[in-house]
């Protein structure tokens, strides 16, 4: 049944950017137009070079230039009179890290129009910004307090929004992101050799680094064990120097693989023997989603919400504080280990997500359905 409704997507980033909040934002924008909700998505775009205006996959797209290009500010004045000229009955802001929603949600109550903010929480490289994350809620929330409904991705999140925001947790829908990549060759013909990849932004807190480290340790347990990091970011450099000083250039790898590909990216997880993400901090990552999906074997550390999936037994765990022989044992234990049937598990795919996002739409405009088109 068509949905008629408008619902403008307010997101930092966008496709061809990649990251977690970027993959959700197209899955969950494609299936509701899909089911005929009328979805913009608004993007920020700091290079000042990306289209201003597109349709991609039944979305309509639109970006205002953001400052300053080389950090993850986002500010973005041309938000507000984009919000304004949207005609939305409803705005969706994603991510609560950047300038985007002070910005966004003042706007909205400015001109009347509802919103609903999904968290997606992250880490930061820098300690200082770290440190100063949970001050920066509190700062807004009041404006969270005002949001007709607040997606978490995790109970981790939830729990952590509604005691530093003081948010009602009545007002407060945990909806997890899917984990689905396309369809690959069955699992008996995949070659599942001693490969460790590790998918996520080339920035330090993300803990590729400390794969890295392990595999000294790693390769006498596991001679023949590669490493691949697959992401884009500026920790590159620093990276390819590491493992350049502890003498395992030769093995390990970096590389990217481009949002839209993800058929690409199904190929290369199952092929992993594990899947690595020794993060400071993640409130539900999708790339850890899509690995278990696959019945690969995940390393996470324990903190944030890895831990949550650490106790649903999705993942295996190390301390925060892991060494890097305490890692490389941990992954030399996964790579040697006898191949186990995989054991099926109840995941949310993006079709359930979006389905979820859509649920929380209908309560907050009980008329929707009703709307005609502006």
Not at 79 to 87: K, Q, V
Not at 122 to 137: E, K, M, N, T
Not at 344 to 353: A, E, Y
Request: a positive charge.
């Amino acid at each position: 049944m068509s949905e008629r409704f408008r619902v403008l997507q307010v997101t930092p980033r966008y496709f061809p950017d990649s990251g977690g909040i970027e993959t959700h934002v197209h899955n969950v924008s494609t299936r509701l137009a899909a089911a005929g909700v009328d979805v913009t998505v608004l993007a920020t775009d700091r290079s000042h070079r990306l289209a201003r205006g597109e349709r991609v996959d039944g979305v309509s797209l639109r970006r205002v230039p953001a400052w300053p290009r080389g950090r993850d500010y986002y500010l973005a004045p041309g938000l507000w009179s984009a919000i304004g000229a949207s005609g939305a009955d409803l705005v969706h802001f994603q991510g609560v890290h950047t300038l985007v929603p002070l910005l966004g949600m003042q706007a909205c109550l400015r001109q009347g129009i509802p919103y609903v903010l999904s968290l997606h929480t992250g880490g930061h490289s820098s300690q200082v910004r770290s440190r100063l994350r949970s001050a920066q809620w509190r700062l807004l929330a009041p404006l969270l307090r005002r949001a007709e409904r607040v997606i978490a991705v995790s109970r981790f999140e939830a729990r952590l929004f509604t005691e530093l925001a003081r948010l009602d947790p009545a007002r407060v829908t945990v909806i997890r992101n899917g984990g689905t990549l396309p369809p690959g060759p069955p699992e008996s013909t995949v070659d599942v050799r001693p490969l460790v990849v590790s998918v996520a932004r080339l920035e330090r807190y993300k803990g590729h680094h400390r794969l890295i480290e392990a595999m000294p340790a790693l390769l006498r347990a596991v001679p023949d064990a590669r490493a691949l990091i697959l992401g884009t970011g500026p920790y590159e450099a620093s990276l390819r120097a590491l493992a350049g000083r502890l003498g395992v250039a030769d093995r390990v790898a970096i590389d990217y693989v481009p949002p839209g590909d993800r058929g690409r990216l199904g190929l290369i997880l199952r092929e992993a023997g594990a899947v690595v993400l020794l993060s400071e901090y993640e409130a539900h990552p999708v790339a850890v989603m899509e690995a278990v999906a696959l019945h690969r074997p995940v390393l996470v550390t324990v903190n944030s919400g890895l831990a949550e999936l650490v106790e649903e037994g999705l993942c295996r765990g190390v301390p925060d504080d892991a060494t890097p022989d305490q890692i490389a044992g941990a992954l030399a234990a996964t790579l040697t280990a006898p191949a186990a049937q995989p054991v099926p598990v109840r995941l949310p795919d993006w079709d359930q997500c979006a389905a979820a996002v859509l649920d929380v739409y209908r309560s907050v405009l009980p008329t929707a359905g009703r709307l005609a088109p502006r």
